[in-house]
C-alpha cells in the first residue's frame, strides 16, 4: 500500500459529460502529480502541484483542470469528455521536489461511452 | 528535455534465467533516474532509483540497475528471474533543476517469466 489514496476505482460516463477524480497523498507528502495511462499514448504526465501551488505542466488538456486544496487533497476535473478521454488516471505523490520519488496510487479507471 | 527509451516492449525469460530490462536516456544534465512495476489492474511500484553517489543501485525483489554516464543507459538487471516477478517495467527520468520533479516514463516493458 503506497498511501496515496484515490477516488473513485472505477467511473463510467457519457461523452459530453464532466466528472472529478479525486486523491489524497501520502501523510505529510506536499506533492501531488497526475498522470494519465493509455494503450496508444502510454504514461503522459498531466500536471504537479506542491503545497498549493501549481508547479508544472504537461500534457494536460484544456478540457482538463485540477487543484490542490490546503489539506493537500487533489482533484482533476474532466470536461467535454471525449471517447479518447479513456484511460487510467494516476495521482501521485511525494514529500518535496527534487530526487524523492513518487508513490502512486491505483488509479482511476475512466470509461467514456 | 529529458526522455527514455525502453527497447523491448515484451521480454520473455524462464524461470531462474536472468532478466535484463534496457533503458536508455536522454539528459542535457545528470537525471534521475528510476524504475518503476506495474501489476495488474495496481499502480506503479517503485523498484529503485539512481540520484547521486555509486552507480550499481540495488531495489526490491532482488533487482538491480547500473548507472553508466558513457553509455546513457540505466538497465534494471535480476540474476534469477521468478514467476511474480511478471509485470510491466518502467523506466522513468527525471530533472535535477527547479519547477518539479515530474517524472518521464518510458513506454514499458512487459516481462513474461515461463516455467
Known amino acids: 500500500d503506497s498511501g496515496v489514496t484515490q477516488t473513485p476505482k472505477h467511473l463510467i460516463t457519457a461523452t459530453g459529460q464532466r466528472v472529478t477524480l479525486r486523491c489524497s497523498p501520502r501523510?505529510?507528502?506536499?506533492?501531488v502529480y497526475w498522470y494519465q495511462q493509455s494503450l496508444d499514448q502510454g504514461l503522459q504526465f498531466l500536471i504537479q502541484?506542491?503545497?498549493?501551488?501549481?508547479?508544472a505542466k504537461g500534457n494536460i488538456l484544456e478540457r482538463f483542470s485540477a487543484q490542490q486544496f490546503p489539506d493537500l487533497h487533489s482533484e482533476l476535473n474532466l470536461s467535454s469528455l471525449e471517447l479518447g478521454d479513456s484511460a487510467l488516471y494516476f495521482c501521485?505523490?511525494?514529500?518535496?521536489?527534487?530526487?524523492?520519488?513518487?508513490?502512486f496510487g491505483n488509479g482511476t479507471r475512466l470509461t467514456v461511452t | 528535455a529529458q526522455s527514455v527509451t525502453q527497447l523491448g516492449s515484451h521480454v520473455s525469460v524462464s524461470e531462474g534465467a536472468l532478466v535484463l530490462l534496457r533503458c536508455n536516456y536522454s539528459s542535457s544534465v545528470p537525471p534521475y533516474l528510476f524504475w518503476y512495476v506495474q501489476y495488474p489492474n495496481q499502480g506503479l511500484q517503485l523498484l529503485l532509483k539512481?540520484?547521486?553517489?555509486?552507480?550499481l543501485v540495488k531495489g526490491i525483489n532482488g533487482f538491480e540497475a547500473e548507472f553508466k554516464k558513457s553509455e546513457t543507459s540505466f538497465h534494471l538487471t535480476k540474476p534469477s528471474a521468478h514467476m511474480s516477478d511478471a509485470a510491466e517495467y518502467f523506466c522513468a527520468v527525471s530533472g535535477r533543476t527547479g519547477g518539479g520533479n515530474k517524472l518521464t516514463f518510458g513506454t514499458g516493458t512487459q516481462l513474461k517469466v515461463e516455467l
Open positions: 502541484y506542491y503545497n498549493g501551488e501549481e508547479r
Open positions: 501523510s505529510g507528502d506536499l506533492s
Open positions: 501521485a505523490s511525494s514529500p518535496r521536489e527534487g530526487s524523492s520519488p513518487l508513490h
Open positions: 539512481y540520484t547521486t553517489g555509486a552507480t
